[in-house]
Nanobody, 126 residues
Framework: QAQLVESGGGLVQAGGSLRLSCTASGRSFSRYNMGWFRQAPGKEREFVAAIRSVSSTYYADSVKGRFTISRDNAKNTVYLQMNTLKPVDTAVYYC????????????????????WGQGTQVTVSS
């Protein structure tokens, strides 16, 4: 089992940057695939980025070139560096862990992931 805790959200002006962190309490973090999702006001939760245990990365088209996902296995932490933020990035951001209990379906799908953090608010003002 794992517990995920996000941090780093806040208020930033358009064009600014934030770095989100998600720390896991699981004992086998290096084996996990990790993902970031977000839910904006009035919208469904959507995929943002993911990183596999082998460190290959995946991004939603809306954030490619602006966001970078990375991980530090020694710290049991996954990061989301968000640059050139836009008001449309305003959302609650959630991290998620795939403990790889089963064969992969889709790294982009919420159903791939076993545990979720409680979310951190990111607000981008114009």
């Amino acid at each position: 089992q794992a517990q995920l805790v996000e941090s780093g959200g806040g208020l930033v002006q358009a064009g600014g940057s934030l770095r989100l962190s998600c720390t896991a309490s699981g004992r086998s973090f290096s084996r996990y695939n990790m993902g970031w999702f977000r839910q904006a006001p009035g919208k469904e939760r959507e995929f943002v980025a993911a990183i596999r245990s082998v460190s290959s990365t995946y991004y939603a088209d809306s954030v490619k070139g602006r966001f970078t996902i990375s991980r530090d296995n020694a710290k049991n932490t996954v990061y989301l560096q968000m640059n050139t933020l836009k008001p449309v990035d305003t959302a609650v951001y959630y991290c998620a862990a795939d403990q790889r209990r089963y064969y992969d379906t889709s790294i982009y799908s919420q159903t791939q992931y076993d545990y979720w953090g409680q979310g951190t608010q990111v607000t981008v003002s114009s």
